[in-house]
């Protein structure tokens, strides 16, 4: 531990987060484009078992195998060109070999899992919080742009982080382990209860069950007290985002500005995990 003082100083720590959340955040973009993908290839052989036929022969595909590559040309992608944001600026948003745009979701990624992982280390200082903090902020970027991009908030992704969130807190990270076992059942329990009172007035679904299990993440990470605090930042953010639907869809960009909730539950809990606490302190000292 000597050996690494120099790394847990306040002056460095924020900075060697940075380093590594970009790195994590070129990792994220991997898991954003292919997770989707696999879980489609696993229901495909699910529904084909089910039928009692062979499962479709396809090439293998997980976040390793195949290398990347642009899909316009498909040119593999060089080991240099991975460099977290400096590449896509060196490359100017384009393929080497093609010229095809490359998204600007790439380096907007990696900025973020490096800024939030920066903002961890200063927030909570070096400890088992900082990095407790780094994971729910990785993943949740995960999950928010997979829902947006597709609809889905991977079980892969939720339940784990819910078991990272209890096992942290066994330790009493965030919050008492009894709030976060309460906050992983209420987290639960009150979007599924907003989804039927929705399902039995308007013979709608409103959202899907994967937004019940990242708030059952969410509360077993920081506890049932912030609960109300997540639902009703996602709600205002979402009404934000609903405005803007609505003026898009009336120029004709609709498909650009669709979100789900996902994105929205990841915004009130990161906001949730740095300020809850001082917020919930304002509105009660009122």
């Known amino acids: 531990m000597a050996e690494l003082g120099w790394l847990i100083q306040p002056a ?10 970009l790195c994590i955040g070129s990792f994220l973009n991997v898991v954003i484009h292919r997770l989707p993908k696999m879980m489609e290839r696993a229901w495909r052989a699910d529904c084909a078992e089910l039928a009692g036929q062979p499962p479709p022969k ?21 080991a240099i060109e991975n460099v977290p944001i400096a590449s896509w600026l060196a490359l100017r948003g384009k393929c080497a070999g093609c010229g095809a745009r490359i998204s600007l979701r790439y380096p907007m990624v990696e900025l973020l899992a490096g800024c939030g992982a920066a903002w961890s280390a200063w927030h909570f200082g070096f400890s088992a919080a900082a990095f407790g903090g780094m994971l729910f902020i990785w993943c949740t970027i995960a999950l928010a742009f997979i829902d947006h991009a597709t609809g889905y908030l991977p079980d892969d992704i939720t339940l784990p982080l819910l078991w990272a969130g209890l096992l942290l807190n066994a330790f009493g990270t965030f919050v008492p382990l009894s709030d976060a076992v309460i906050g992983a059942a209420g987290g639960y329990l009150s979007l599924w209860l907003i989804y039927w009172a929705y399902r039995l007035a308007t013979g709608k679904e409103g959202m899907g069950f994967g937004d ?18 997540v639902i009703l930042v996602s709600s205002v953010v ?8 609505m003026i898009a869809a009336r120029r004709g960009w609709d498909a650009a500005f669709r979100f789900h909730f996902g994105p929205y539950l990841a915004i009130a809990a990161i906001v949730a995990m740095f300020w809850g606490d001082r917020i919930l302190h ?4 009122r």
Do not use: H
Request: net charge positive.
């Open 12 to 21: 460095v720590f924020p900075w060697a987060a940075l380093a590594a959340g």
């Open 58 to 78: 396809e090439q293998p595909y997980n976040l390793v195998v195949p290398r990347s590559s642009c899909p316009g040309c498909g040119r593999r992608i060089a």
């Open 212 to 229: 019940f299990k990242m708030n059952a993440a969410i509360g077993a990470f920081f506890g049932w007290k912030l609960l109300p605090l």
């Open 238 to 245: 979402g009404l934000a985002f609903g405005v803007m639907q």
């Open 282 to 285: 304002w509105y009660l000292a």
